[in-house]
Every structure is written in structure tokens, then in C-alpha cells.
């Protein structure tokens, strides 16, 4: 491998954003508990995940104040393969937040909250293939530990009305927040950090054709976002500002993608509930000054859930995604594999008018090697838990 490829590995982690768990380039699909337990929730409306899947489909709950609090944790081991030497991150992502309220009453329903949207942990790497390849470049050893993150975080707040006994419709308003950072040696030879903040609207419809057959639809518009380099420091931060041109105050577009989704849920009897998304990422629309945008991306999601009793659900799932990007053309600290994805879990109401929901899943991706002989490896399981509470 030449000196010119090896300086351009290293520098496309130094300038480019990185996003380690998202389902596409940046946006996620898994934003909650319940999806974690069944990975089709768009044309559903049982439960507060329905604020960010069908946000129009909250009209049709049951009138009352609600809380909702979640936690996801992924358990991960990525890996990349040079010349016979494999090199590992295996951290664990402990929180992937999310809180929400709603207020619903009549035909209206008002709400609020936070999540992660994109991205949502960090890779660690003790000993990477970066700083091996790196090292003539750039004065760096192999045995420095490389830390890359990524988290895109999202605050919204809008409303539902149903028109009619079938139709509803939805506005959203959501805040992104963006972070991306690079750290190796603690900072103490490389820290770089960029944030962005950008607005967006969110429209939904749920239209009910009757008591057993729904449909849920949403569309999020696309967030111009602005990173802007808060912090480049350490020991080879002068250097790499000579050959990349990167310092404090430097600003870069990469928008958040726009997004829709079109789900159904259909009840075979009272006990059996079945569902089919798909979700479209529109990522040729999007303006990134630095990276390739990619191909736009998608994800076909199916779910089954089945009431054991009352207060009692098992549900299961599948969901099968093409991210839109070859590796070659994003950061090879990550990769963007086709993969698919397994889970299940259960709900259980130990008290009236409160929920509590676990799921767990598991994503499997095919080995692949890039065009400079490096080979990725990605395990991930995807861990969920969430309490929902109504209130009179």
C-alpha cells in the first residue's frame, strides 16, 4: 500500500464525521423499547414509541397525561484485518436515552421529548489499524488508543388531530443536535471534536380503515446542519492542520437526511397482531460538502406480536437494510454492510395504566473486504428497556 493511500485512510477519520450505530449513513430506525421487541411499529398506535413512529396515530390513544422513559445498550465487537492482523473494538454502548409526555384529550394530542436519532456511542480501539498505517504520516504509534464517536440527538415537540374517525394528521417541530469526535491518547495527541445544531418539520397521517387494518405515515424533512470544529488539540494537531487545512472554527455542511416511513398493522383476532414498515432515507438529497453522500437507503421491517394474556405480550421481529454506501467510499473505521436483523422480547403490565417493555436484537452482517484489502467484521446486539405510565 503506497504512502498516499495510507496518509488518506488516516485523514478520512480526522476529517469526517463518523456515526457507529446508526441503520443508515446517520439515521436510525431502532428509536425504542418496543422496536427493539418487534421492528415494524409505523402503523401501530398501543404506545408512546408512537410520538416519533406514527406521531399523527397518537390521536387515536386513550385520553390521558403519559410519561415514557427507555433506555437502549449495545453490546458490540467490530473489527478490521490487515495483513493477517486482526484489530478490535469490543466497548459497549451503556445509554441510548429516551424520554417523552403527551397529553391527549378528545381529538387532540400534544407532545414532547428526546432521543437519539443517529449515531448513539463510541468505538474504542486499543491498538488500531489507523495509527499502524498512519504512523509514517503523521508521528503516531500503533499502541495509541483511538476513540471515535458519533451521536445525533433529537428534541421535538407538536401535535395530532383526528379529522374524522378514520383519518388523523400530525405536525412536528424537531431540534438535531449533532457531535463527532475523534480522541487519541486521551486528547493528549489528537482531539477533535465538531458540533452542529439544525431544525426541521416532521409531518404524519394514520388513516384507520377499520378495526382491524392501519396505516401509519411520516416524513422527516431534511435538517441542514453546519459542523463547525469546537476543538482540534494535542501534540499532532499542528501537524495535521498543515495537511489538511482543518483548525478551530472551520465549518462544514453534512445534513441529516430526510426520511419516510409507511407501516400497517393488522389484527388477525384480538390476540394476534401483525405488521409490515418500510422506511426510505433520502440521502442523495442531502448537502455534505466532504463525504460521498451515498445511494438513498432502505429498510423493510416485519413484526408479529401475540397477547398470552391480559397484560402479557411476546412479539418478534425481523428487518433486512441496505445502507446505500459502499465501504470504500465512507469511513473505514465503520463500513455501512447490508445486514439483517432478528429480535423479540415481551410486554408486561404489572400495574393499571403502566407498561413496561424489554426487547433484544440481534444484527448479522457478511464479512467484506475494501478495495485496499481490509477486511470488517461486525457483531451488534441491539438491548432495550422502557417504562410507559398514563395518568387520568
Known amino acids: 500500500m503506497n504512502k498516499l493511500k495510507i496518509t488518506g485512510v488516516l485523514l478520512c477519520l480526522m476529517?469526517?464525521?463518523?456515526?457507529?450505530?446508526?441503520?443508515?449513513?446517520?439515521?436510525?430506525?431502532?428509536?425504542?423499547?418496543?422496536?427493539?421487541?418487534?421492528?415494524?411499529?409505523?402503523?401501530?398506535?398501543?404506545?408512546?414509541?408512537?410520538?416519533?413512529?406514527?406521531?399523527?396515530?397518537?390521536?387515536?390513544?386513550?385520553?390521558?397525561f403519559y410519561l415514557s422513559l427507555q433506555n437502549q445498550v449495545l453490546p458490540k465487537a467490530y473489527s478490521h484485518e490487515y495483513n493477517g492482523v486482526k484489530y478490535e473494538a469490543d466497548n459497549t454502548t451503556a445509554f441510548v436515552p429516551g424520554f417523552f409526555?403527551?397529553?391527549?384529550?378528545?381529538?387532540?394530542?400534544?407532545?414532547?421529548?428526546?432521543?437519539?436519532?443517529?449515531?448513539?456511542?463510541?468505538?474504542?480501539?486499543?491498538?488500531?489499524?489507523?495509527?499502524?498505517?498512519g504512523a509514517g504520516a503523521v508521528n503516531i504509534t500503533p499502541e495509541m488508543e483511538s476513540i471515535y464517536t458519533s451521536v445525533y440527538m433529537g428534541l421535538i415537540a407538536g401535535g395530532a388531530f383526528s379529522v374524522n374517525e378514520k383519518l388523523s394528521v400530525s405536525?412536528?417541530?424537531?431540534?438535531?443536535?449533532?457531535?463527532?469526535?475523534?480522541?487519541?491518547?486521551?486528547?493528549d495527541v489528537l482531539e477533535l471534536e465538531k458540533t452542529a445544531v439544525g431544525f426541521a418539520p416532521i409531518i404524519?397521517?394514520?388513516?384507520?380503515?377499520?378495526?382491524?387494518?392501519?396505516?401509519?405515515?411520516?416524513?422527516?424533512?431534511?435538517?441542514?446542519?453546519?459542523?463547525?470544529?469546537?476543538?482540534?488539540?494535542?501534540?499532532?494537531?499542528?501537524?495535521?492542520?498543515?495537511?489538511?487545512?482543518?483548525?478551530?472554527?472551520?465549518?462544514?455542511?453534512?445534513?441529516?437526511?430526510?426520511?419516510?416511513?409507511?407501516?400497517?398493522?393488522?389484527?388477525?383476532?384480538?390476540?394476534?397482531?401483525?405488521?409490515?414498515?418500510f422506511t426510505y432515507c433520502w440521502n442523495e438529497e442531502v448537502n455534505w460538502d466532504e463525504d460521498p453522500k451515498g445511494d438513498n437507503a432502505w429498510e423493510?421491517?416485519?413484526?408479529?406480536?401475540?397477547?398470552?394474556?391480559?397484560?402479557?405480550?411476546?412479539?418478534?421481529?425481523?428487518?433486512?437494510?441496505?445502507?446505500?454506501?459502499?465501504?470504500?467510499?465512507?469511513?473505514?473505521?465503520?463500513?455501512?454492510?447490508?445486514?439483517?436483523?432478528?429480535?423479540?422480547?415481551?410486554?408486561?403490565?404489572?400495574?393499571?395504566?403502566m407498561k413496561l417493555n424489554f426487547g433484544a436484537s440481534r444484527l448479522f452482517y457478511d464479512e467484506k473486504k475494501d478495495s485496499m484489502g481490509i477486511k470488517y467484521e461486525k457483531e451488534l446486539w441491539i438491548l432495550g428497556a422502557g417504562i410507559e405510565y398514563r395518568f387520568d
Open 15 to 64: 476529517i469526517f464525521p463518523i456515526t457507529v450505530s446508526a441503520t443508515f449513513i446517520d439515521n436510525n430506525t431502532n428509536l425504542s423499547a418496543e422496536w427493539t421487541r418487534m421492528q415494524a411499529r409505523t402503523g401501530s398506535f398501543d404506545s408512546m414509541d408512537a410520538i416519533t413512529y406514527n406521531p399523527a396515530g397518537t390521536a387515536k390513544m386513550e385520553d390521558g
Open 101 to 133: 409526555a403527551m397529553n391527549k384529550k378528545g381529538k387532540w394530542s400534544q407532545f414532547a421529548g428526546v432521543n437519539v436519532i443517529g449515531g448513539g456511542g463510541s468505538l474504542e480501539y486499543p491498538d488500531s489499524i489507523y495509527t499502524k498505517m
Open 171 to 187: 405536525l412536528t417541530g424537531r431540534l438535531v443536535y449533532g457531535l463527532n469526535s475523534l480522541e487519541i491518547e486521551d486528547g
Open 204 to 277: 404524519g397521517i394514520n388513516y384507520q380503515i377499520n378495526e382491524k387494518l392501519n396505516i401509519g405515515f411520516r416524513h422527516e424533512f431534511k435538517t441542514s446542519l453546519e459542523f463547525e470544529v469546537d476543538e482540534m488539540k494535542g501534540s499532532m494537531a499542528p501537524k495535521m492542520q498543515a495537511l489538511t487545512g482543518i483548525k478551530k472554527g472551520n465549518k462544514t455542511r453534512k445534513d441529516f437526511p430526510a426520511l419516510s416511513a409507511l407501516g400497517a398493522s393488522y389484527m388477525i383476532n384480538k390476540k394476534l397482531k401483525l405488521a409490515a414498515d
Open 300 to 353: 423493510l421491517g416485519l413484526g408479529a406480536e401475540y397477547e398470552i394474556k391480559d397484560g402479557l405480550k411476546i412479539s418478534t421481529g425481523y428487518s433486512y437494510v441496505d445502507a446505500g454506501l459502499d465501504i470504500d467510499d465512507y469511513s473505514t473505521a465503520i463500513g455501512k454492510k447490508p445486514y439483517h436483523l432478528f429480535g423479540g422480547g415481551f410486554m408486561i403490565s404489572p400495574m393499571k395504566d
